[in-house]
Nanobody, 120 residues
Framework: QVQLVESGGGLVQAGGSLRLSCAAS????????MGWYRQAPGKQRELVAAITSGDSTNYADSVKGRFTISRDNVKNTVYLQMNSLKTEDTAVYFC??????????????WGQGTQVTVSS
């Protein structure tokens, strides 16, 4: 059994910062790509940022220069540092990871989501 647990969401004023964390736990053998997605009301879920096991990163154009994704492979944790937040960043943020379990199977896992609300 593998779980992804997010933390760090909340309410912040525009221009402020938040740091999201997502810890993977359970029968984990290896983690490849980890990422953050978000879904605003009435919109489709979209990729915000992703990072590979080799620390290659990619970002949505809308967050480039403001958000930074990083990971701690010892703690099986991925972070999203969000600076200069805008009201349009308001969404539920989901953690995603490509994980190989100790049984050898690769699978895509999702966290339960954490709400980020940016007020004007």
């Amino acid at each position: 059994q593998v779980q992804l647990v997010e933390s760090g969401g909340g309410l912040v004023q525009a221009g402020g910062s938040l740091r999201l964390s997502c810890a993977a736990s359970g029968s984990i053998f290896s983690i490849n790509r980890m990422g953050w997605y978000r879904q605003a009301p009435g919109k489709q879920r979209e990729l915000v940022a992703a990072i590979t096991s080799g620390d290659s990163t990619n970002y949505a154009d809308s967050v480039k220069g403001r958000f930074t994704i990083s990971r701690d492979n010892v703690k099986n944790t991925v972070y999203l540092q969000m600076n200069s937040l805008k009201t349009e960043d308001t969404a539920v943020y989901f953690c995603n990871a490509d994980i190989q379990t100790k049984f050898g199977l690769w699978r895509d896992y999702w966290g339960q989501g954490t709400q980020v609300t940016v007020s004007s």
